[in-house]
């Protein structure tokens, strides 16, 4: 089944205590995204990979990091959490085309809470 | 202004009825719209896109008007299924090596009995 994976799903911390939240995808995609959403401010963009070893901003990248070291996986790392952090996370991917937009696959989400 | 723009609702409808949904934009130079459907705390999906001369698919009829930077969102005969939310996405071009998009913050709609 072509899918986007997350884990966790649910995540509960503690300010400044590092973690990583996984995805991953099986449908060979070049383009893979991490969003966060907030109420009233939708999603909201925080990297993207177009690529192995190609990752880039978007537009809240302050205090988390990604890594793109295989095509299949986007791991997100915040490496000391604060509590304005506690959202819901997604990640997506897509097959990439310079001419036009490709429909994103979404993982489930992950709900993080920062105490 | 906001990039995209959506009355965030809740519209609330019998079953059967009709509803709409509208989307601004503010980049003219836009190049493609869509609809995606997220239900209460799960991810979003891809509902429809929109194309200049609009579509339909099923009970769901997508529109766009250039000229006003908006695109809508019809629903007839609203069954309890198609409660969500309805996020409008739009794709603003190349931007610094990427395509940006922009997601709405979406309108809920509840569908009553």
């Known amino acids: 089944e072509a899918q986007v994976t997350q884990n966790p799903r649910y995540l509960i911390t503690v300010t400044g205590k590092k973690l990583t939240v996984t995805c991953s995808q099986n449908?060979?995609?070049?383009?893979m995204s991490w969003y966060r959403q907030d109420p009233g401010l939708g999603l909201r963009q925080i990297y993207y990979?177009?690529?192995?070893?190609?990752?880039d901003k978007g537009d809240v990248p302050e205090g988390y990091k990604v890594s793109r070291k295989e095509k299949r996986n986007f791991p997100l790392i915040l490496e000391s959490p604060s509590p304005n952090q506690t959202s819901l996370y997604f990640c997506?991917?897509?097959?990439?085309?310079?001419?036009?937009?490709?429909?994103?696959?979404f993982g489930p989400g992950t709900r993080l809470t920062v105490l | 202004r906001k990039e995209v723009e959506q009355d965030p609702g809740p519209f609330n409808v019998p079953e059967g009825a009709t509803v709409a949904f509208n989307c601004t934009y503010s980049?003219?130079?836009?190049?493609?719209f869509f609809w995606y459907r997220q239900d209460c705390r799960k991810e979003p999906k891809l509902l429809m896109s929109?194309?200049?001369s609009g579509n339909e698919d099923g009970r769901f009829t997508a529109q766009l008007n250039r000229a006003s930077q908006y695109i809508s969102l019809l629903i007839r005969d609203s069954k309890l299924s198609d409660s969500a939310t309805y996020l409008c996405?739009?794709?603003?071009?190349?931007?610094?090596?990427?395509?940006?998009?922009?997601f709405g913050t979406g309108t809920k709609l509840q569908v009553i009995p």
């Open positions: 997506a991917s897509s097959a990439f085309s310079s001419s036009s937009y490709n429909e994103q696959f």
């Open positions: 449908m060979n995609h070049e383009y």
């Open positions: 990979s177009m690529n192995v070893e190609v990752t």
């Open positions: 980049n003219s130079a836009s190049q493609s």
């Open positions: 929109v194309y200049s």
């Open positions: 996405v739009v794709n603003q071009g190349w931007s610094g090596g990427y395509q940006k998009v922009t």
